[in-house]
């Protein structure tokens, strides 16, 4: 019999993410001792009430099927969240839960774009958004954004990138890869252009309890009832509450779109699970302290470690200001150490200095690594030893 793959997945890039993370398994399953900071997921368990609700879910019997959108009484959890949080008001017809944030925007791509649509997408990015506008048909179309600029695009070149095939754009703020955050100030010149142009903004604010050093997050869905309009906020608990695993995530915005992003759900994952559903309903209603411990812990590690990254010869970072990554840049590193790229930089710290770092290739930023501050500060600074000491062992002038 004749094998086909599809065109939709010939062109597909494997998440490079993904990748590292499975090599590094590899390599500490021979027994090395690798240091992973490819993470990206906090390093912390699911809060007690979380789990203990979920358990409770179970034992009651709640283990049978739910409306496809999502249960009535999450949805009501997340609208509240998003008015006590953001100033923010939906109806529940506005919310549909998802397999995770990611499912929710792979989902939203499949409702919202013909072939040949075009998605604006700032570099860096993260890496899944250019694939799933591909799989929906849709071109991505990259917009730089410098460290000069600390990787935020301005509305210039925003207005410059649109065309007549143009049909959203994707903002992430606090960004994943870069740590960035959009003022409100940047939102709101942002915002214009997009009503100028009448395009859906896609904001991704999965990160948004992630923020530090008097960093507020600020949802471009506040700015007015225009710009909530045709905005879709991207949400979930998976960094926020450390459920990364248990796969939830919400969209909300425009009806039309919730219900046709609902429909095509109930013909792919018939509803998100149903445990998960009700630990996030705890997640949200219940106490929460332990989310602000982690964001103590994440912004800790980012004060102790940041300085050590950017004294590691060949190393240049701007200090994030949410998420827990650092993006150094270092083409400078790799040149003076022999290498022809940051990819085979990044794959000589893992095979030699045993270190896994995410090679911002993945990510629109070939000139960067990625590294994670999800895990033990004891890790980190061991880490940073390492690739300090393999640098220097390796550094011609």
Known sequence: MKQHLADRVKTLTPSTTLAITAKAKELKDQGIDVIGLGAGEPDFNTPKNILDAATDSMMKG??????????????????AKLERDNNLTYAPNEVMVGVGAKHVLYTLFQVLLNPGDEVIIPIPYWVSYPEQVKLAGGVPVHLEATAEQQYKVTAEQLRGAITDKTRALILNSPSNPTGMVYTKEELAEIAAVCEEADILIVSDEIYEKLVYNGVKHFSIAQLSDSVKARTMVINGVAKSHSMTGWRIGYAAGNAEIIKAMTDLA????SNATTTAQYATIEAYNGPQDAVEEM????????TEIYPKINAIPGFHVLKPEGAFYLLPDVSEAA??????SVDAFAKALLEEANVAVIPGSGFGAEKTVRLSYATSLEALEEAVSRMDKFVKSKWQD
């Open 266 to 269: 109930s013909h792919s994952t």
């Open 295 to 302: 964001r103590q812990a994440f912004e800790s590690r980012l």
């Open 335 to 340: 040149a003076k150490t022999g290498y022809e």
């Open 62 to 79: 709640f283990t049978k099927y739910t409306p496809a959108g999502g249960l009535p009484a999450l949805k009501q959890a997340i609208i």
